[in-house]
């Protein structure tokens, strides 16, 4: 469609990038932008006017065409060219292990080793004590093995690759017998059948989808069985009828008919949760204990580490998975080996481990300590003295998250914030869209923060998120 008379005009108004370059070339709060970031933000501004003007020239205003609000548009598109894509984010939601929110937060222990280690060279794979290269893998094995109580350790870039490269091991060309009940689905719709079948190994599954018994793994075992799979169920729950096959009953199976067993722990946990009033949740001690072959689980998760795929188990068959040519691709950094190692060392005395890892320490948060974090929040929220802000109490329900512990619901006492004229959804874009971003969720029309999730230091952020946003109303 041909522009209007009235577009035209605007049009030919428009300035040229060269002429919007030298408007800014004398900014000294510019003069650390790279010219491609200023070529590119001059760009933009001409395009994202032209457009609003063949879109709807009644939605410009005169003063949008003047130097100075030119100006100010290319320094907010060269803002948010330098800014970083990756942020800190403060999580208000309640979910603790956030898999959306970079899930666990790092112990200070591992926060201090990787900056050690990242700002300087390391003996990453040189052993210190013969003078000729090592493992990396050393630096991690022998913790691991202490806590656990596992003859061997490996770890790999995340669990499921941890679950891959033990199948393709172990089990390629054979089959892999798991219960029905078992095939979980975990996020990303990354499914164990998936994993299994790219490993090379086929899927042989037994017993229902509630109901599984020892005698329908025995009758499964022939000549081409290359191991017996168990999933831990961490996602999601069958109740009501059902019937599982308990660990120890697996492994005397797998013993006299000579197939490994192998579980995936899926979160994987240290820490008996029922010590604190919480759910059960089997820990990667008792699957040890238990004889488990081969163990998997998360490191990033329930461990509150970083990233990675812990495996753990007997040492001939840890010595195969090591000589995999798979675990080349699938090795992790020595950053990610720096805070696994103070993450794991933290594990060495119970007492306090709990307080030392965040992730632990919020998912036993008592309730007074909630409720005292939701009045100090309610409190500097009120002292804004802003009629038009409506904070309130509610009584609500906080979640480990990460795919683990479904069943466990984590009482909490959360703050809901109102603001006359502003919409729930509109209040939680503003946060969202805050520096550093804020993520509650919202409920019964208000916008809920669960002081679960929320360290003491981050409400003053909030605070003045709150200043902010009433500000612009």
Do not use: W
Not at 54 to 69: I, V
Not at 230 to 251: I, R, W, Y
Request: overall charge positive; aromatic content about 4%.
């Amino acid at each position: 469609m041909k522009p209007t008379t009235e577009q035209q005009q605007l049009l030919r108004r428009l300035p040229g990038v060269d002429q919007l370059l030298e408007l800014t070339c004398d900014d000294r709060d510019l003069s650390d932008v790279p010219r491609t970031i200023r070529v590119a933000a001059a760009r933009n501004t001409v395009d994202s006017l032209r457009q609003i003007i063949l879109g709807d020239a009644r939605g410009l205003r005169a003063e949008d065409l003047q130097s100075s609000a030119l100006c100010r548009r290319m320094k907010a598109a060269m803002a948010a060219a330098m800014r970083p894509n990756l942020v800190r984010t403060v999580n208000a939601t309640g979910v603790v292990v956030h898999t959306n929110l970079g899930r666990s937060r790092l112990a200070e222990a591992a926060l201090a080793n990787m900056a050690d280690i990242a700002r300087s060279y390391s003996n990453l794979e040189f052993d210190l004590r013969a003078g000729r290269r090592g493992s990396r893998y050393q630096a991690v094995a022998d913790i691991l093995c202490e806590i656990s109580g596992a003859e061997a350790g490996l770890v790999v870039n995340n669990n499921a690759g941890a679950v891959l490269i033990v199948l393709e091991t172990l089990a390629r060309g054979k089959d892999v017998i798991v219960s029905r009940g078992e095939l979980v689905e975990i996020g990303g719709a990354f499914r164990i059948p998936d994993v299994m079948a790219k490993s090379g190994a086929r899927l042989k599954e037994v017993g229902t989808t509630n109901r599984t018994h020892l005698k329908d793994y025995a009758q499964a075992i022939d000549d081409n069985t290359g191991m017996l799979l168990k999933v831990h169920k961490s996602n999601f729950a069958v109740v009501g009828f059902t019937k599982e096959v308990g660990l120890a009953d697996l492994v005397v199976l797998g013993r006299e008919r000579r197939v490994p067993v192998v579980e995936d722990l899926g979160s994987g946990t240290f820490i008996d949760f029922s010590q604190y009033g919480l759910t059960k949740e089997p820990t990667v001690q008792e699957s040890v204990a238990a004889g488990v072959d081969v163990v998997t689980f998360s490191g990033d998760k329930l461990l509150g580490g970083p990233q990675g795929g812990l495996i753990i188990g007997r040492q001939d068959y840890l010595s195969r998975i090591k000589q995999n040519p798979l675990n080349r691709a699938m090795r992790i950094d020595k950053m990610t080996l720096a805070a696994l190692e103070a993450t794991l060392r933290l594990y060495r005395d119970p007492r306090r481990v709990v307080a030392a890892i965040p992730t632990l320490r919020m998912i036993t948060a008592p309730i007074g300590t909630l409720q005292a974090r939701a009045q100090a929040l309610f409190e500097s929220l009120a002292g804004l003295g802003d009629a038009r802000l409506k904070p309130g109490f509610a009584d609500s329900i906080s979640r480990a998250g990460g795919g683990a512990l479904p069943l466990m619901e984590l009482p909490t006492r959360c703050v809901t914030v109102r603001i006359d004229g502003l919409t729930a959804d509109a209040l939680e874009r503003a946060l969202r869209r805050h520096t550093p971003p804020i993520i509650g969720r919202i409920e019964s029309d208000a916008l809920m923060m669960d002081p679960r999730t929320l360290e003491d230091d981050e409400l003053p952020i909030i605070q003045a998120a709150f200043d902010q946003i009433l500000g612009a109303l």
